[in-house]
């Protein structure tokens, strides 16, 4: 556009004088001045970039922790507390374990009648049925040799049972 075209189009429309001036300065200022506005938003777009990359990689990272292998690891119901945590941090030091959470008798029986019980059903039940089924649920990197790790643990006194997650839902 030149400048006859913004004073037409300035002519046409009806506001204040003085808005109507400053916006044929405005639009009649030389290229340069445009170029000084672009060089502007270089940092904008580099911003642009970095936020682009950090959500990139915390998707990739976000993905990485989900595809994690699971096993539940069941102990003898005749351990005290104390071989129980022993066990327990026997678990976290494994190589290739990433994390290790313990399950009390109480919560999988929370859980197992929430999931597959109506209220009727698990108020019939005068004590927990799964108050022995205390377990750790851990969480084996997709490098780690999910087969040795299992052989570890089967290792250990006091495990009774090492099961993949996948294995007790279905």
């Known amino acids: 556009m030149n400048k006859n075209d913004i004073t037409q189009i300035k002519n046409a429309i009806t506001m204040p004088e003085q808005l109507a001036e400053t916006l044929t300065k405005s639009c009649a200022m030389p290229q340069a001045k445009h170029y000084v506005t672009t060089r502007m938003s270089i940092p904008a777009a580099a911003m642009i970039a970095a936020f682009s990359i950090l959500v990139c990689g915390s998707t990739s990272f976000a993905y990485n922790i989900y595809q994690e292998k ?53 108020s019939s039940f005068t004590e927990n049925p799964l108050a022995d089924s205390f377990n750790y649920r851990l969480g084996v990197r997709l490098n780690a040799d999910t087969q040795k790790v299992r052989e570890k643990i089967s290792r250990l006194d006091g495990v009774r049972l090492v099961q993949d997650f996948g294995e007790l839902n279905n």
């Open 70 to 122: 699971n096993l539940a690891v069941f102990m003898r119901s005749d351990l005290s507390q104390t071989e129980i945590d022993r066990i327990g941090e026997e678990l976290s030091r494994i190589p290739g374990v990433s994390n290790c959470r313990f399950v009390s008798g109480d919560e999988a029986w929370a859980s197992f009648s929430s999931n597959y019980l109506d209220a009727e059903l698990t």
